[in-house]
């Protein structure tokens, strides 16, 4: 069993920064893909971005690509959102999620976070 814990969420201008940091709980961290997806109120739960276990390929959504960088510390146990310029459109729940998805942009993931709260004020 993995329990993620994010944090870093918080409210920011639009064209500031945040960081969030979601941390697992074991140490098999790094047999995980790890993702992030953000939830708007009324909206379906949208992919963020991915890296993989192996090799730490990345993957983005258009929407946020150039802006926001995914990163994994497998040391610490903890994957990383850096979010850049961002937008009102950013605002959204953040969570985080572990697993061995087929697809490593669909909601299919094991784990997930209770998610932390982004809210960008133009």
């Known amino acids: 069993q993995v329990q993620l814990g994010e944090s870093g969420g918080g409210l920011v201008q639009a064209g500031g920064s945040l960081r969030l940091s979601c941390a697992a709980s074991?140490?098999?961290?790094?047999?995980?893909?790890m993702a992030w997806f953000r939830q708007a109120p009324g909206k379906e739960r949208d992919f963020v971005a991915a890296?993989?276990?192996?090799?730490?390929?990345?993957y983005y959504a258009d929407s946020v690509k150039g802006r926001f960088t995914i990163s994994r510390d497998n040391a610490k146990n903890t994957v990383y959102l850096q979010m850049n310029s961002l937008k009102p459109e950013d605002t959204a729940v953040y969570f985080c999620?572990?697993?061995?998805?087929?697809?490593?942009?669909?909601?299919?993931?094991?784990?997930w976070g209770q998610g932390t709260q982004v809210t960008v004020s133009s």
């Open positions: 999620a572990a697993g061995s998805p087929t697809y490593i942009r669909n909601p299919f993931y094991d784990y």
């Open positions: 074991n140490d098999i961290f790094s047999h995980y893909d």
């Open positions: 890296i993989t276990r192996s090799e730490w390929r990345t």
